[in-house]
């Protein structure tokens, strides 16, 4: 049981608040995304499923662990091994690192229909690099594109003139501050499993089509007349079909969530889970259309460091090995099945989507309030949490017993709070806050 003292941290959010615009580097991951006053928001220690905060707290993290990095768990030890020998025998040099050759080998052979790899560090720039090479090949400007990919100018391009075009993608209010005007029109959203959606911003694209960009499943599986029409309306437009696997990548199969799911993609890009939280990020696709990179610039020094793809290796290797995505699975199964006895328990009014091993709910009224409670009580209880949940390798079931034990005691206070009103009356921090906004 921690006690809950955060002395330590919040005086380092009032430094970073003067020092670092946003506070933090990523928008998930600033304190007020969960209830700003309460939150830790920095760690001293990260081990298994385990996290230290500044003041010495010791919490099981049960929240969107890394932002869905550590799908191994915090600090493991056969991904460390491998990254402290590459430390040990040099990570930089003049020269390049044999294991982006070895990574290459390992994704092609994951993914068979693939042929060629690039390597980036981070998600939103293999993204954009993805984008590129797209670009390239087609020789045309228009992307259309389903789910949320990140934060360059290509993706919030479709804010432009559209203030509200990515407020269903999964962040809203995005706005495209610092994007050239001149990119307007040229990033145009789908809606998720839907057929209509999709021709309109076809029909919108026209003749200028240069690819058709999605995330394999978020908060649904993907219907099988929706994979077909847009796997169908790239190959007749000839434009690549790139999906977004950073967020699914690896979590319910050894590989791209594609593989399961039946899309057969011209392009796809890896992120997260494949470095465990060392940075990595992967463009694989057909030797085809990859092949138009070497007409495109596209090359940055840090690309080179040999971390990175060491990590992957190990990773993925261990992934295999141990069946990783079962258990991930297993897991989030049982949360999600936890969280919906004790809101029937009671009478919690929430909703609860997702697709395992990445889950989350949501009250019916007063969300954020609500969830700023369940959040600063968790915490109490020795629980990093919030309406998310990303399972890994290193939660025991164990785990997932102490975490809906309290659970169950905090939904039980909550639903009393509620009949009384009294909700935010007991709140010791902010009601949590979405989408992106400024913070003082």
């Known amino acids: 049981m921690c006690t809950w003292k955060i002395d330590k941290s919040l005086a380092l959010q009032n430094k970073a608040a003067k020092l670092i615009p946003g506070m933090t580097q990523l928008l998930s991951k600033r304190p007020d995304m969960y209830s700003r006053g309460v939150w830790p928001t920095y760690f001293k220690q990260a081990k298994g499923s385990r996290v230290v905060d500044l003041d010495g707290n010791e919490y099981i993290d049960c929240s969107i662990c890394g932002i869905g990095t550590t799908v191994l768990g915090y600090c493991d030890e056969d991904v460390n091994k491998a990254v402290i020998d590459i430390i040990t025998s040099g990570n930089a040099s003049t020269l390049n690192p044999p294991e982006e050759v070895a990574l290459a080998e390992k994704l092609i052979e994951l993914h068979p229909w693939a042929e060629m790899a690039r390597f980036a560090r981070s998600g939103g720039e293999a993204m954009a690099v993805a984008v590129r090479i797209a670009r390239t090949y087609t020789q045309k400007d228009k992307v259309l594109f389903c789910g949320y990919h990140g934060w360059f100018d290509w993706y919030l391009a479709a804010n432009l003139g559209k203030k509200d075009a990515l407020d269903k993608m999964w962040i809203a209010g995005l706005p495209p501050n610092g994007v050239p005007k001149g990119l307007t029109g040229t990033a145009i959203p789908f809606m998720f499993n839907d057929v209509k959606s999709l021709q309109a911003a076809l029909d919108e694209a026209g003749d200028d089509l240069a690819a058709i960009i999605m995330e394999p499943m ?44 039946g899309f057969e993609p011209d392009m796809a890009v890896f992120a997260k889970a494949m470095g465990n939280g060392y940075p990595i990020s992967a463009v694989i696709g057909k030797g085809s259309v990859m092949s138009a990179a070497q ?126 009103n009294s909700v935010e009356a007991n709140l010791q921090g902010n009601p949590a806050k979405v989408g992106f906004a400024r913070i003082n």
């Open 295 to 420: 007409d495109a610039f596209i090359t940055s020094t840090n690309w080179t460091e040999r971390i990175g793809p060491a990590a992957a290796l190990a990773v993925i290797d261990k992934f295999i090995a141990c069946d990783a995505s079962k258990h991930l699975v297993a897991i989030a199964d049982k949360v999600w099945n936890g969280w919906e006895t004790l809101a029937k328990k009671y009478a919690l009014d929430i909703h609860i989507g997702g697709i395992s091993p990445m889950i989350h709910f949501a009250f019916a009224e007063d969300n954020n309030v609500r969830r700023a409670y369940f959040t600063q009580e968790m915490l109490k209880k020795g629980f990093l949490a919030g309406s998310g949940f990303y399972s890994m390798y290193a939660h025991s079931f164990e785990d997932i017993d102490k975490y809906l034990a309290a659970c169950d005691e905090v939904f039980g206070e909550l639903a009393k709070l509620i009949q009384n």
């Open 218 to 261: 978020r908060n649904y599986l993907p219907e099988k007349d929706f994979i077909e029409a847009v796997q169908q309306a790239a190959k007749s437009r000839k434009a690549p079909l790139i999906i977004d696997e950073i967020s699914a990548g690896f979590r319910i199969c050894n590989g791209g969530a594609h593989l399961k799911l």
